[in-house]
């Protein structure tokens, strides 16, 4: 009886690590959706703070929105982004973008914030195709230890007074969260460029190595494949 009981406690052992592989990865997706979606609705929201609480508020306007409301406000801020885009194609509505930049740039301590994330949203913008499109290799932390990073740009000629060497910018992602890791500054020469999308190496960062990407034989990085920095002096 007892190696009965081993054998059925084995199988149901068995279906259930097979059961988690299939409906693990679809609950975390789905809970990154519902993370994602209440993350952004807390700004959303604020779009109907024209409408009376008790309207989009539970508990007579005391409790939290409404989920249908919360859909609503998401869908109404989709809306403005539209028209938003649809202005900035236009002479006025490039003009009033400009106002608005001007008029956040002289606010103290919000012209630092908005400057920062406008120079970010700069840099990964469709406009630049080479910024965050490259993987790389590079050793790091130590000599000998290999991570996968992403190549953003070209450090500027001002900082060789302290590196003789051409510096790149290398974003290593931590993993499994790709979104925060390590900016480390490395000797072009010591850049190993990959043959390999970036999709492809987060999906190997997140995976934490388990789904291994497919690698073409890794090449050493040249200059113009790094964009240079436009507010750098000297010649290109």
Not at 16 to 27: R, Y
Not at 46 to 52: A, C, D, R, T, Y
Not at 58 to 69: A, I, L
Not at 107 to 120: D, G
Request: glycine fraction near 8%; charge should be positive.
């Amino acid at each position: 009886m007892g190696r009965l009981s081993k054998i059925y406690f084995k199988h149901w052992q068995a279906n259930f690590w097979a059961g988690l592989a299939i409906v693990l990865p679809a609950v975390i997706s789905i809970g990154l959706l519902i993370w994602l979606f209440g993350t952004v609705a807390n700004l959303t929201d604020i779009l109907l703070i024209f409408l009376p609480r008790k309207l989009t508020h539970s508990d007579g306007g005391q409790g939290p929105m409404y989920w249908y409301w919360s859909w609503a406000a998401f869908a109404f801020a989709v809306f403005l982004i539209c028209v938003i885009g649809q202005l900035a194609r236009h002479y006025f509505g490039k003009k009033a973008i400009e106002w608005v930049d001007a008029w956040l740039l002289r606010v103290p301590l919000l012209n630092k914030v908005y400057s920062t994330s406008k120079q970010v949203n700069d840099a990964i913008s469709s406009s630049n195709k080479t910024s965050f499109r490259t993987a790389a290799i590079i050793e790091f932390p130590s000599p000998g230890t290999y991570v996968i990073g992403f190549i953003t740009s070209e450090v500027p000629r001002s900082a060789h007074q302290i590196c003789p060497s051409n510096l790149v910018s290398v974003f290593v992602p931590t993993t499994p969260n790709p979104t925060s890791g390590f900016l480390v500054l490395v000797p072009e020469e010591k850049v190993r460029r990959l043959d390999m999308p970036v999709g492809e190496g987060i999906k190997f960062i997140i995976s934490l190595g388990s789904i291994p990407p497919n690698l073409a034989p890794a090449t050493q990085i040249p200059v113009a494949a790094v964009p240079a920095d436009p507010s750098a002096g000297g010649a290109p």
